[in-house]
């Protein structure tokens, strides 16, 4: 009887960690491009006004107005979107490492990287910035 244990190598979760950071930075650019060849073909022959600073829009300083604008194919939202899934790319690989090293029962390097995800979730959501 093969158990989990044995399934779950080094090798292996080193393989599908490494393919979720390709997969999550490949598809990152790939939003963030769409987002830019938007903005580009609706503003890309107007003429940018540097004498005042325009900070980032109030409807971009949050998940759901940033999902909002990316839904209604906004260009600076579609952006947005794509730097929030490349933050979420680490996320997302440290989230994965607390399940592959609790396949393995590494139950030490579980709670060290569980410390690592709470740190990372709380500099997310504790700051109040992304909701």
Do not use: C
């Amino acid at each position: 009887m093969v158990t989990a244990t044995k399934d779950w190598t080094d090798k292996r979760i080193e393989n599908i960690v490494g393919n979720l950071l390709r997969t999550g930075v490949l598809i990152s650019a790939l939003v963030v491009l769409l987002g830019a060849a938007i903005y580009l073909a609706r503003h890309g022959f107007s003429h940018p006004d540097y004498h005042s600073f325009h900070g980032v829009p109030v409807e971009l300083r949050g998940l759901r107005g940033i999902l909002a604008q990316a839904a209604d194919l906004q260009s600076r939202g579609i952006i947005q979107l794509g730097l929030l899934l490349l933050v979420a790319t680490p996320v997302a690989r440290v989230a994965f490492s607390v399940w592959g090293f609790a396949e393995e029962r590494d139950w030490m390097y579980v709670t060290f990287t569980l410390i690592v995800l709470g740190i990372l979730l709380y500099s997310l959501f504790g700051s109040g910035m992304v909701f």
